[in-house]
């Protein structure tokens, strides 16, 4: 079973940007499609972007587009989100969520993924 960790949340003012980081446990995370999902304050969880198995295929919310990248780096067991240009409206408790995959496919909904971080906290003041 892989165990998620995530860092790097905080608190920042609008337009700053923050990169989180997910580290896995498995020696095996290259064979898990990976996610980052959002709870802000009083809303459901939302989808905000996924990265196939080998890194080369993603997709981002439209919420996001052009201001998120999400990455991976297998040699270090990591995913990233790169967060820029950030507003108030992005205040949430951001998790890193897996899944297992039996092909280059990336995964968008809470339903599908296997396993979850705690999740870390990104608060932007205005």
């Known amino acids: 079973q892989v165990q998620l960790v995530e860092s790097g949340g905080g608190l920042v003012q609008a337009g700053a940007s923050v990169r989180l980081s997910c580290a896995a446990s498995?020696?095996?995370?290259?064979?898990?499609?990976m996610a980052w999902f959002r709870q802000a304050p009083g809303k459901e969880r939302e989808f905000v972007a996924a990265v196939n198995w080998s890194g080369d295929r993603t997709v981002h919310a439209e919420s996001v587009k052009g201001r998120f990248t999400i990455s991976r780096d297998k040699g270090k067991n990591t995913m990233y989100l790169q967060m820029n240009s950030l507003k108030p409206e992005d205040t949430a408790v951001y998790s890193c969520?897996?899944?297992?995959?039996?092909?280059?496919?990336?995964?968008?909904?809470?339903?599908?993924?296997?396993?979850w971080g705690k999740g870390t906290l990104v608060t932007v003041s205005s």
């Open positions: 969520a897996a899944a297992i995959v039996t092909g280059p496919y990336y995964y968008t909904d809470v339903s599908q993924m296997d396993y």
């Open positions: 498995e020696h095996t995370f290259g064979s898990y499609a």
